[in-house]
């Protein structure tokens, strides 16, 4: 096997391993072996076409139209011509599956199913994308060390996706294969010197000889791949970086549900938000004398809490059952009654979460539709919406009374655990607060119903949508002390404030009661989107309370029967402070991107909404253009990377230019000679010799050996090649000198040993004899301007002529 056939099979095999640690992320994982057998095909082509040969461009050319067949008859076939040819058509229907993609990965939990032809797209698209790029670099252009960065880039993506799933073992395995890569071109290299030395015969009683350097190259590599993997291990400033394990995991579903379950849900929705006025996202039609002050209408829990914000853990999705079990922690003896509820969603309204009144005890609703049980919801898998659904839903009005939660007993040590749990980030002054409000209480009921007080009247707080509270681990702590905010501050803040206390708690997202109308329905508008806490009692279960001010409705069961002030059954206005509409919704860091996007942060208009999500820059990664934003960031990461490497990639292909090409024919052979000679002077100038052009190759050979402190092999060296560059000058019939590329490296070696580091970092990173690229794009400049000079007065004769 040739040199360059063989750095052909190590770049596929590099390639391939580092698409390996894209295995975790979908299944199943013999996508691998797809993968392989198109990679191979795109390889194959490009040792065919360097074999005839082809000019390099066209080798690459016709790689990358291979991979676009390849990719055209398996995902594009019936929009191309004759089935293999790519037309717009294609190419709008690859666009159309790259944005499946993108809404499948913010969908599907780690791994995602391969099924889905977006993300089959993505996977085999940018795996053959990575190997074009390392044949390129490696293979075409023989420059090995630039390939690492599409390698990189392929298990960087990787890596951040898989949140902690074995990333130093795919590692280990991408790094192998670089390293493979690295090692077939040493040896191709030094195979162009003659046969590689093995060492002599090492046996007890032979002395030791000399070690290979293929072997020790090896070694070296081996060596710093695993100098690299301790170092990143034991620095504690690498913690979540890509090497990082500890990064918690999806649990995959089970039943019905295959693998499915929802990574982030709020980013599903669709709340196309168009007009000022208020929109009817949902209509509620329920049975005669139900109360709907309690009509809460519940999409998502966020349960895990960073310091930063609150966001939904990511949980196991299953089938949906037949009936829906009874919520954790409810006892038969807290009263309950079971309402029917019917709710219509428009059609613009496209949520993957279905809305319900919670807790449900059954639904009945079309389409795909998958289970989460801790959070008793339901979402929608391969696309399924709440688009212009219509559907029943069964659920409990719970109606617990003030003495079952004043003697509801503790929580199971599991809920406790982990609905109790505070980053050591929180601000002190949190659990300061929560305690000095709730001093007088004598049970964690008491308390969470001071907390509710405190809040919503006794407080001093103000309900206002246009409020800055501040941003990172201290938005909590800014809104206490500022004491102005909206429904998500307030819910935060006592979710927050209770797990301070030891009670579990999390955040509800969802629809407050909506407004009642003519025919018996209640409308539910985007401005009755809302946040409030929910507490969980043993006995009785996750407990709604309702913080915010003017919002929502308070809980019959925190209000005393000695008080009037407060009539539970009349719902608060849904509608914010301000009644104006406006264009500048809060900036508050507790008030997250996902929650905008479900108007629970109660900004003071829909366009207030549209405004946020149209202010959204393509370049950035949490928008809908995320797949295009990460190539535009990765393109970015290549520039900033190579833009610095130009000098010493253009060195290292020119000398590889001067050294490789020699003929059979004299003329090729002194074309050889001066371009060898070329190189030699060019690498003494990298080392700090200048050249001196006025001087004959011999003299100039002298000056380079006493400049450089050339020992006698590499001074021999130097005077071959002056003597075989006379030769070609002078000689009426020259003679061709072999070996004449080995005798400039061994001057390298020569040059490299006599100069310090810095000269030698200097030499490979910055060589001074970049310079000629100054020069020959100044000479190029002066005989365009030259010519243009010299056709100026013949076109002003021919113009005076036909005057």
């Known amino acids: 096997m040739s040199g360059r056939a063989r750095l052909a099979l190590c770049a596929w095999a590099a390639t391939l391993m580092a698409a390996c640690a894209l295995l975790p992320l979908v299944e199943p994982v013999t996508w691998i072996v797809q993968a392989a057998f198109l990679l191979g095909v795109q390889t194959v082509v490009g040792a065919a076409t360097r074999r005839i040969p082809l000019a390099r461009p066209l080798t690459v050319a016709a790689q990358t139209l291979v991979t676009l067949v390849m990719l055209t008859l398996i995902f594009a076939r019936d929009h191309a011509f004759l089935g293999l040819v790519p037309g717009p058509g294609a190419f709008v229907h690859f666009a159309d599956l790259l944005q499946q993609g993108s809404d499948d990965i913010a969908r599907y939990a780690i791994p995602a199913p391969l099924e889905s032809d977006g993300i089959k797209l993505m996977v085999f698209g940018g795996v053959l994308i990575v190997g074009l790029l390392v044949d390129t670099l490696a293979v075409t252009f023989r420059s090995v060390a630039p390939a690492g960065l599409p390698l990189l880039a392929l298990y960087s993506v990787a890596a951040g996706l898989s949140e902690g799933h074995g990333d130093w073992f795919w590692f280990l395995v991408a790094a192998a294969g670089y390293l493979l890569l690295l090692l077939a071109e040493g ?64 649990g995959a579903g089970n039943g019905n549900g295959g693998t499915i379950s929802a990574i982030n849900p709020l980013l599903s929705l669709r709340d196309s938000l168009n007009v000022d006025e208020d929109r009817q996202a949902l209509s509620v039609q329920t049975g005669s004398g139900t109360d709907i002050s309690n009509l809460y209408l519940r999409i998502v829990s966020l349960d895990d809490f960073d310091g930063r914000t609150w966001k939904p853990s990511k949980r196991a999705i299953t089938g949906v059952p037949d009936g829906l079990p009874t919520p954790v922690g409810l006892g038969s003896d807290v009263k309950r009654t079971e309402v029917e509820t019917t709710i219509s969603a428009a059609g613009w309204y496209q949520q993957n979460y279905l809305p319900m009144p919670y807790p449900p005890s059954g639904v009945k609703v079309r389409g795909k539709w998958r289970y989460e049980p801790q959070g008793m919801a339901l979402v929608g898998d391969h696309g399924q919406n709440t688009g212009g659904l219509t559907y029943e839903v069964k659920s409990l009005d719970v109606q617990p009374t003030a003495e079952q939660l004043a003697a509801a007993p503790a929580p199971p040590p599991a809920i406790e655990r982990e609905y109790t749990d505070l980053p050591d980030s929180l601000p002190s002054v949190v659990a300061k607060t929560a305690r000095e409000v709730t001093a007088g209480a004598k049970n964690p009921y008491e308390q969470a119903v001071a907390l509710q007080d405190y809040f919503a009247v006794t407080g001093g707080f103000e309900y206002d949508t246009q409020v800055e509270v501040g941003d990172g681990p201290n938005a909590i702590a800014n809104f206490l002390r500022d004491k102005q905010g909206f429904c998500v501050h307030f819910s935060f803040a006592m979710a927050a404030m209770a797990r301070s206390l030891g009670i579990p708690a999390r955040v509800a997202v969802g629809f407050a009661p909506g407004t009642p109308q003519a025919d018996g329905s209640v409308s539910v508008g985007l401005k009755d989107a809302h946040a409030w806490p929910e507490l969980y009692f043993e006995g009785v279960g996750w407990t709604r309370f309702e913080p915010t001010p003017t919002r929502g409705t308070v809980p019959s069961y925190t209000v005393p029967d000695s008080t009037g002030s407060v009539d539970p059954g009349v719902a608060r206005p849904s509608a914010g402070s301000s009644t104006a509409p406006s264009a500048s919704p809060s900036a508050s860091e507790s008030c997250s991107a996902q929650l905008r996007k479900l108007e629970a942060c109660d900004s003071a208009s829909p366009a207030a909404a549209a405004a946020k999500d149209d202010d959204t820059p393509w370049w950035a990664l949490s928008g809908s253009l995320w797949p ?57 100038w990298d080392f700090g010799i200048p050249p001196d052009e006025s001087q004959t190759p011999r003299k100039a050979a002298a000056r380079i050996v006493r400049l450089g402190h050339l020992d006698p092999t590499a001074a021999a060296s130097v005077h071959r090649v002056a003597d075989a560059v006379e030769q070609v000058l002078y000689a009426p019939r020259p003679r061709p000198t072999a070996g004449l590329a080995q005798d400039v490296y061994l001057v390298i070696g020569g040059l490299r040993v006599s100069v310090s580091r810095a000269t030698q970092a200097r030499a490979l990173i910055a060589p001074r004899s970049t310079a000629r690229v100054v020069w020959a794009a100044s000479e190029w400049w002066a005989g365009v301007t030259a010519r243009a000079a010299a056709v100026r007065p013949t076109l002003r004769k021919t113009s005076g002529q036909e005057g």
């Not at 295009?628 to 130009?646: D, I, N, Q, T, Y």
């Open 628 to 684: 295009l934003a990460l190539l535009f960031w990765v393109l970015v990461g290549l520039v900033v990377l190579l833009v610095p490497m130009a000098p010493m990639l253009w060195r290292m292909r020119t000398r590889s230019i001067r050294l490789g090409g020699h003929g059979r024919s004299e003329a090729d052979s002194a074309a050889h000679t001066l371009a060898v000679w070329q190189e030699l002077t060019d690498t003494a």
């Open 187 to 250: 040896r191709d290299r030094l195979s162009q010197w003659g046969r590689v030395f093995g060492g002599a015969p090492r046996g007890p009683g032979a002395d030791s000889g000399p070690v290979a350097p293929v072997r020790t190259g090896r070694r070296i590599g081996v060596a710093s791949l695993g100098i690299a993997l301790a170092v990143s291990a034991t620095l504690p400033a690498m913690n979540g970086g890509l090497l990082d394990a500890t990064g918690a995991g999806v």
